[in-house]
């Protein structure tokens, strides 16, 4: 995700991505393999890694105390759902 915009435009992004990813996977994707290989589960764990890298690498900065709010925030609320 390219950085222009800020934290909160990175966070959405990211939660963009992954949305729009999954939802491809869960429709054209999973479907190609047998129930039992849980494919959508794979590539979820796989673009869980991949944010918990992002989210590492963000809060390794020296963030403003906004931006470390809107990460907390985004983590704790947005990410879940």
Known sequence: VA??????????ALAARVVGDLGVVRSH???AFPPRYGALGVYARGY????AQQLRALAQRALAVPELY?????HSNAYPR
Not at 48 to 51: D, M, P, Q
């Open 29 to 31: 994707v999973a479907p």
């Open 70 to 74: 809107l990460l907390l925030e985004w």
């Open 48 to 51: 869980h890694r991949a944010l």
């Open 3 to 12: 950085p222009e915009g800020g934290l909160g435009a990175r966070l959405a």
